[in-house]
Structures are given as C-alpha cells and as structure tokens.
C-alpha cells in the first residue's frame, strides 16, 4: 500500500465537481484517507508550488491557486502514486488520454482541475504539509 497527496483544484470546486472526481478516485481502488476543504494560503500556495518558481507562468499559478477554496486529500492504494497520475491524466488537457480526469473537466493547462504527487519523497512532503497522522484514517 502507499499513500498520495492530492488536489482538487478552485476550478473544479467551483463547478461542483468533488463528488465526480472522488467517484473516479473511489472506483480505481483509491481509498480517500483524509479530505478536507480549505482556502491555500497565499504563503502555502508559494511553498508548495515553490519548485516552480522560476517559471514564467508561477504568479499566475499562485493567483489561481488561492483564488477559491480547495479540497486537499490523501489517497491509499496499491501503486497510489502512479496510478493516481494515470487517473488524472497529462498535465495539459488537450494532451490527456480519454477518461482521465483532466481530459474530462480541466479547463486549460493551468485550471486542470488536480494536483497529484509525483514520487514518494513529494508524496511524504505533500501529505505532512497539510494532514497530521491522526488524521488519516
Ligand atoms: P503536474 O500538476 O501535472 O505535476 P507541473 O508541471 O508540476 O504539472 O505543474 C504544476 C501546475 O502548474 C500544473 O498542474 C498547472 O496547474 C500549472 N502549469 C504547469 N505548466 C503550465 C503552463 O505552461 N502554463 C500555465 N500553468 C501551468
Ligand atoms: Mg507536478
């Protein structure tokens, strides 16, 4: 079993679309440990996002990040962190394979709807920055 720290991105919460992208979550063998939805910080979107900080389009990212609530969540299953990014497809949309959940809902490679974990190390890093161990259940 290995755990995975995930997104549900302003955009998505926005349009209500929680429930549909836990249904995907749920029915890939995922298990939702924890969930909770929050408002990033504009100190906690600048820390996580921080390896990005170069990038031309990181203020942007800071801005659409912060601008409406979130709901953050650590995922638990075999190969979570792999198959959690296969779930959520690439990264632009307009590149996701069918049926990943940035094919379906993202609205540029920006507003995508999901963030996902991309190694274990971030996974760990990821999970402590917003969950206490108590909390996942
Ligand atoms: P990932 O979320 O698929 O791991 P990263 O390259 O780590 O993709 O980028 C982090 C986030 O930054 C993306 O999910 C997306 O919201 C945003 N982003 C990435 N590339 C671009 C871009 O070229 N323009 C605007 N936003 C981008
Ligand atoms: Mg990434």
């Given at each position: 079993?290995?755990k995975?720290?995930?997104?549900?991105?302003?955009?998505?919460?926005?349009?209500?679309?929680?429930?549909?992208?836990?249904?995907?979550?749920?029915?890939?063998?995922?298990?939702?440990?924890?969930?909770?939805?929050?408002?990033?910080?504009?100190?906690?979107?600048e820390?996580?996002?921080?390896?990005?900080?170069?990038?031309?389009?990181?203020?942007?990212?800071?801005?659409?990040?912060?601008?409406?609530?979130?709901?953050?969540?650590?995922l638990?299953?075999?190969?979570?962190?792999?198959?959690?990014?296969?779930?959520?497809?690439?990264?632009?949309?307009?590149?996701?394979?069918?049926g990943?959940?940035?094919?379906?809902?993202?609205?540029?490679?920006?507003?995508?709807?999901?963030?996902?974990?991309?190694?274990?190390?971030?996974?760990?890093?990821?999970?402590?920055?917003?969950?206490?161990?108590?909390?996942?259940?």
């Amino acid at each position: 079993m290995q755990k995975t720290f995930s997104i549900i991105k302003p955009d998505a919460v926005k349009r209500n679309l929680i429930g549909h992208i836990n249904q995907m979550i749920e029915s890939s063998d995922l298990k939702i440990l924890a969930s909770k939805k929050m408002y990033l910080t504009k100190n906690q979107a600048e820390l996580f996002y921080k390896v990005h900080n170069e990038k031309p389009f990181y203020n942007s990212l800071i801005e659409y990040m912060t601008s409406g609530p979130v709901q953050v969540q650590v995922l638990e299953g075999k190969d979570a962190i792999v198959k959690y990014r296969k779930i959520m497809g690439a990264t632009n949309p307009f590149e996701a394979e069918d049926g990943t959940i940035r094919k379906l809902y993202a609205e540029s490679i920006e507003a995508n709807s999901v963030h996902g974990s991309d190694s274990e190390e971030n996974a760990k890093i990821e999970i402590n920055f917003f969950f206490s161990g108590s909390e996942l259940v």
